[in-house]
């Protein structure tokens, strides 16, 4: 370090260390600095190591990469809020906000107008970690008690409170039986599978409307279909490396009667 430099330290906070998605984040970066009259300081915020926003001595802002947009659409900015404090604002978190935060700052002077680096002092790391909102997800069954054999049996689970894709299983275990069995699954991209062994040669299929109502149809029923049917209802959520992840489940269940004719 030049002879003038001085000594400095600097310091991270997050409002908050674990936040869930669309809540607000800050980033507080201090620099503590004793005998520095005239310098000036240059104030990076870091996220895993990569450049997120700069403020530099001349007191210009700079966004790094994709939250120049981020910055453009007001969902984040940085501003000297005093002498020492430097603060990054993400008004609604994403789950790529989350990470170890670290702020790097350069002491610089001035001569002839022109800024120079003298020293650099990085803040120990703050890790932020973002959760997936908890969803309201509630799912409702409703069919009827008793068919007679021949007719076709259906049964639909109202879900609410969703807010991703929604994919279900339907099972079905009859009245001698002692566990659950696959009817049929529909993924949360559309695709029927999983049906059931005993289900291959017949009618069987399941709907999902709009709205999140699932229904399944089997075409002509059998008495062996009396028993016990349970719909479970998962949704997803995408994750910042693009994967879908199984966010939440909830299942229902009801009793069939199916009698002979």
Same mark, same amino acid.
Request: charged share 20%; hydrophobic share 35%.
């Given at each position: ?14 409002? &908050? ?5 669309? $809540?607000?984040? $800050? ?14 300081? #240059? ?18 802002? /700079? @966004?790094? $990469? ?14 000297? /809020? ?25 002491? %610089?002077? @001035?001569?002839?107008?022109?800024? =120079?680096?003298?020293?650099? !002092? @990085?803040?120990?790391? %703050?890790?932020? #970690? ?11 069954? %409703? @069919? ?9 049996? !259906?049964?639909?689970?109202?879900? #609410? ?47 999902? +409307?709009?709205?999140?109502?699932? /229904?399944? %149809? ?11 049917? =349970? ?8 994750? +910042?490396?693009?994967?879908? &992840?199984?966010?939440? /489940?909830? +299942? ?10």
């Amino acid at each position: 370090a030049a002879p003038d430099a001085g000594s400095f330290s600097v310091h991270v906070t997050a409002s &908050k260390r674990t936040l869930q998605i669309g $809540d607000a984040l $800050d980033i507080r970066c201090s620099v503590n600095a004793q005998n520095l009259p005239g310098h000036f300081f #240059s104030v990076t915020w870091l996220k895993n190591q990569q450049k997120v926003a700069q403020i530099g001595s001349s007191g210009v802002l /700079t @966004m790094f $990469d994709s939250y120049k947009e981020r910055e453009n659409a007001a969902e984040m900015r940085a501003v000297k /809020t005093s002498h020492s404090d430097y603060l990054l604002t993400i008004r609604s978190a994403r789950t790529e906000d989350q990470g170890q935060y670290q702020c790097e700052v350069w002491q %610089e002077n @001035m001569n002839d107008g022109i800024f =120079k680096k003298i020293q650099k !002092q @990085m803040s120990s790391p %703050e890790t932020v #970690s973002i959760t997936a909102k908890e969803s309201d997800l509630a799912v409702v069954m %409703e @069919m009827k008690d008793a068919l007679t054999e021949g007719d076709p049996l !259906q049964v639909t689970c109202s879900v #609410s409170g969703f807010k991703g894709p929604l994919s279900v299983s339907w099972q079905h275990k009859n009245d001698s039986g002692n566990s659950f069995s696959d009817v049929i699954s529909l993924t949360h991209d559309g695709v029927m599978k999983d049906i059931g062994t005993r289900y291959q040669s017949r009618h069987v299929q399941t709907l999902h +409307s709009p709205a999140g109502n699932f /229904t399944l %149809e089997i075409g002509a029923s059998a008495t062996s279909d009396s028993g016990e049917y =349970k719909c479970i209802v998962s949704e997803w959520t995408v994750q +910042s490396n693009g994967e879908i &992840k199984k966010a939440n /489940t909830q +299942s229902q269940q009801k009793a069939i009667t199916v009698n002979s004719v």
